[in-house]
């Protein structure tokens, strides 16, 4: 019943921008660290930015400076903005919420949303 729902992708010329959200639901444990990874055809899965629940942040090389993660706890949200965008940021992105109780961490993934980039 636990579901993290992304919306924001889509089709977008180089140098625009795209807002990716990724809310969860269905979760009671304390969300700690929420993150964005991608996947273009052919490539291994990659961690784009994350933050603590401290919201510490961090990004991969090749997003920083046009990506910026943020989050939202009272709804249980994270958001990627994506400005500047290249045609090698096309790819599926992902949202990954890590959570915890008193006992163990749980770990979710969204569903992913396409993110297309044209020249």
């Known amino acids: 019943q636990v579901q993290l729902v992304e919306a924001g992708g889509g089709l977008v010329q180089a140098g625009g921008s795209l807002t990716l959200s990724c809310a969860a639901s269905?979760?009671?444990?304390?969300?700690?660290?929420m993150a964005w990874y991608r996947q273009a055809p052919g490539k291994q899965r990659e961690l784009v930015a994350g933050?603590?629940?401290?919201?510490?942040?961090s990004y991969a090389d090749s997003v920083k400076g046009r990506f910026t993660i943020s989050r939202d706890n009272a709804k249980n949200t994270v958001y990627l903005q994506m400005n500047s965008l290249k045609p090698e940021d096309t790819a599926v992105y992902y949202c990954?919420?890590?959570?915890?109780?008193?006992?163990?961490?749980?770990?979710?993934w969204g569903q992913g949303t396409q993110v297309t980039v044209s020249s």
């Open positions: 933050i603590t629940s401290g919201t510490r942040t």
């Open positions: 269905g979760i009671i444990f304390s969300i700690r660290t």
């Open positions: 990954n919420v890590h959570s915890v109780d008193f006992t163990r961490t749980y770990a979710y």
